[in-house]
C-alpha cells in the first residue's frame, strides 16, 4: 500500500522560503509520477508541479514557475518541494500525490492521481 506523507509547512512572512517533503513508502516508484498540489479556502485543488520519478522532469503551474523547484530523492524515496519568494496567495494546505503508471507524463488534474498525502499548511503572511 503507497503511503505519502507531508512535512515542512508553516508560517512565513511574504518573501520568505520553505520547504515541503514528502516520505513515499510501498512502492519502488519506478515509472511513476509525483506531484505536489494545493487547495485554498473555498477554491479547487490545482497543481503545483510535478515530476516523473524515473527521469525527473519537471513541470510547473505558471504562478510558481521560477519561484518554486521540485525534486527528489530517489534514494531515500523523499519529494520536495523548494519555495522560495513566497507570497501570500501561496497559502494553502499542499498535498502530495503519486500515480502509478505514469511512464513519461506529468498530469496536471487531481483525478489522474491514485495516491494522496494528508496534507500540510503553508501560511504566508503579508
Known amino acids: 500500500q503507497v503511503q505519502l506523507v507531508e512535512s515542512g509547512g508553516g508560517l512565513v512572512q511574504a518573501g520568505g522560503s520553505l520547504r515541503l517533503s514528502c516520505a513515499a513508502s510501498?512502492?519502488?516508484?519506478?515509472?511513476?509520477?509525483m506531484a505536489w498540489f494545493r487547495q485554498a479556502p473555498g477554491k479547487e485543488r490545482e497543481f503545483v508541479a510535478g515530476?516523473?520519478?524515473?527521469?525527473?522532469?519537471?513541470v510547473y503551474a505558471d504562478p510558481v514557475k521560477a519561484r518554486f523547484t521540485i525534486s527528489r530523492d530517489s534514494a531515500k524515496n523523499i519529494l520536495y518541494l523548494q519555495m522560495n519568494s513566497l507570497k501570500p496567495e501561496d497559502t494553502a494546505v499542499y498535498y502530495c500525490?503519486?500515480?502509478?503508471?505514469?511512464?513519461?507524463?506529468?498530469?496536471?488534474?487531481?483525478?489522474?492521481?491514485?495516491?494522496w498525502g494528508q496534507g500540510t499548511q503553508v501560511t504566508v503572511s503579508s
Open positions: 515530476l516523473t520519478w524515473t527521469g525527473g522532469r519537471a
Open positions: 500525490a503519486a500515480r502509478a503508471a505514469a511512464w513519461a507524463t506529468v498530469p496536471s488534474a487531481p483525478a489522474d492521481y491514485d495516491y
Open positions: 510501498g512502492s519502488t516508484f519506478s515509472n511513476y509520477a
